[in-house]
């Protein structure tokens, strides 16, 4: 029996929906997120995204050949995607130089921690990280403004393209990778889920 990311879906609906619906999101929805909560998650996902494109890069490093179109397309969007969030904190009056709390810290040193593992497992939770986007940024339709942009990034025609690649990615090296491995990358999608709806809560918390 091989595992692939469908079925990864499939065997943790519960956990996989706690990642992608949350709180934040359904209250950017209604308009009632506050700056304060929004500004937090704006600074904090800024200080992710420059640790998940190394990590990105690193996975490039042991791609197969046959991989890097789809990753090098990903790196050249997290290139626009890294302008872009200091354009939004400009515009809000961020200050992106402040330390991280402590969630993102913890998955930002999970993301360092996967490079130890095989590459189907660094695969799988690639997918998992941008497919937690894709979803939690989509799923509740359209938002107003100032957050339809923010939909349109994660819920775009193109990255759901992309993200639907990296399955493809995923499940063609998960296809003959051994048992263990297969648990592996099991264990990281949990592991990313986990993170996902605790980074949505750090950001729900926020007082300041
Ligand atoms: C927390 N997960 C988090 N931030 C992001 N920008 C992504 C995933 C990208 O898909």
């Given amino acids: 029996m091989t595992i692939t990311c469908k079925q990864l879906l499939q065997n943790h609906t519960q ?92 998955y930002c040193e999970y993301m360092y921690s996967l490079a130890t593992m095989p590459y189907p497992v660094q695969a799988t939770a690639l997918w998992s990280i941008e497919f937690a986007y894709n979803q939690g940024w989509q799923l509740l339709g359209m938002m107003p403004e100032p957050y339809t942009e923010f939909v349109d990034r994660w819920g775009n025609p193109g990255f759901t393209e992309y993200v639907k690649l990296l399955e493809q990615q995923a499940d063609e090296v998960l296809n003959t990778a051994s048992d263990t491995v297969q648990q592996q990358a099991e264990s990281a999608f949990l592991k990313v889920a986990q993170l996902e709806k605790a980074f949505w809560q750090m950001a729900f918390n926020a007082t300041q």
């Avoid at 998940?52 to 490093?61: E, N, P, Y």
């Avoid at 904190?89 to 969630?103: E, I, Y």
């Fill in 15 to 106: 956990v996989w929906q706690e990642a992608t619906v949350h709180p934040f999101l359904e209250q950017c929805k209604s308009g009632t997120i506050q700056p304060q909560q929004f500004n937090t998650w704006l600074v904090q996902d800024y200080l992710f995204v420059v640790d998940f494109t190394r990590m990105v890069g690193r996975i490039l490093a042991i791609a197969p050949p046959d991989h890097f179109d789809v990753i090098l397309g990903g790196l050249s969007a997290l290139k626009d995607e890294l302008i872009w969030f200091k354009e939004k904190a400009a515009a809000r009056q961020l200050d992106l130089n402040v330390q991280k709390q402590s969630t993102c810290t913890e």
